[in-house]
């Protein structure tokens, strides 16, 4: 085994004030420290991120780990530590967004007051996904609960992507026949008739984020294969109309930019043996100023109703670069709104 000694580790990012040296520290134990390579990082650089994030100063040596700072730091440290390692024991991979989701995962207010607790996974040929930040992992327990979520929330915390990794691992695991993913073209008015090409070839530009998370967590040949013989299908929403849609997980991209009548249509496709996701955000509308959303009207309308569930995410939840979260943050402390507000039903 290479010696973590053969590269020096880079000083931490967090400043040593004098508070600092008279913080106690806790020190961690692992069993396997061949582990403590993928938890720790090259050059230490998942404990860097951990340091930088939390305010904390952490020291490895050996199989143990020294975690100096305030009280909430260093618990936040542990879990985050704690965590990683886990991972590394299932043999799952440990990169730098599991990291920053384990650390979303500590800092959030729930996840402190009651510990460490499991993160919601879903296994896939391709991979096992987990939940990333304490948003997510409702998301998933409500998907495996309820036969239809509502997720709501700004671009980048993950709503279609999950979605659709719950799709793939249902079509996987034989519990549902097919995959029906949806999106409504607004750009081009549900209206594609003047775009050069077949109809697939009109509509997939407007599908691709779909595809992109199809083959992430589906082989190759299992998405083309399903793909030839219907298994799953890629559709614009104008084209659910007059279906009945059973043992299905269906799924509704973009729903913000539904109309009232377009959404009512889909929610009532749903057939026996079925499982629906509508995904979408409501600050982000496209429809034409004044026109009222079918997923803000959805989600007042179908508020408290037994075996619908709606998860709200926030910027806390965003899963990109972390300029992302801070992007979103900037444009809500500006105070901006879109163009063209949706009306409220």
């Known amino acids: 085994m290479t010696s973590r000694t053969a590269q020096p580790r880079p000083a931490s990012r967090h400043k040593k004030t ?3 040296t008279a913080q106690s520290s806790i020190t961690l134990s692992f069993d396997d420290n ?38 909430s730091g260093r618990e936040m440290a542990r879990q985050v530590l704690v965590e990683l390692y886990e991972r590394a024991l299932e043999g799952l991979d440990v990169g730098r967004g599991d990291v920053e989701g384990a650390i979303r995962m500590a800092m959030s207010p729930v996840a402190v007051a009651r510990g460490a607790s499991e993160v919601a996974a879903i296994r896939t040929r391709r991979k096992t996904v987990t939940a990333r930040s304490p948003g997510q992992k409702i998301y998933l327990e409500a998907i495996a609960a309820n036969e239809l979520v509502f997720g709501v929330g700004p671009a980048g915390t993950g709503k279609t992507y999950l979605a659709v990794v719950c799709a793939a691992a249902e079509l996987m695991a034989g519990r549902v026949d097919r995959i029906i993913l949806s999106r409504p073209a607004v750009e081009a008015g549900e209206r594609l008739g003047f775009l050069p090409g077949d109809m697939k070839e009109k509509v997939d530009p407007y599908l691709r984020p779909l595809y992109d998370a199809l083959y992430d967590v589906m082989p190759p040949e299992a998405v083309i294969k399903g793909l030839a013989d219907n298994t799953i299908e890629i559709a614009p929403l104008a084209f659910m109309r007059g279906r009945t849609l059973s043992s299905a997980f269906i799924i509704l991209d973009e729903a913000q930019n539904t109309t009232p009548q377009q959404m009512k249509m ?26 009222t959303s079918g997923l803000t009207q959805a989600l007042d309308y179908l508020k408290g109703v037994k075996g619908i569930s709606q998860v709200k995410f926030d910027k806390s939840d965003i899963v990109r670069h972390q300029l992302v979260s801070r992007i979103v943050d900037a444009y809500e402390r500006a105070g901006w709104e879109p163009a063209t507000k949706p009306r409220t039903p």
């Open 34 to 71: 061949r582990l403590l390579m993928l938890v720790f990082g090259e050059h230490d650089e998942h404990l860097l991120v951990i340091e930088d994030r939390l305010g904390v100063d952490i020291t490895p040596r050996g199989n143990k780990v020294a975690i100096r700072g305030s009280d």
């Open 18 to 20: 004098a508070a600092d």
């Open 266 to 291: 889909f929610l009532t496709r749903l057939g026996e043996g079925s499982r629906m996701v509508i995904t979408g955000d409501p600050t982000q509308v496209d429809l034409p100023p004044g026109t």
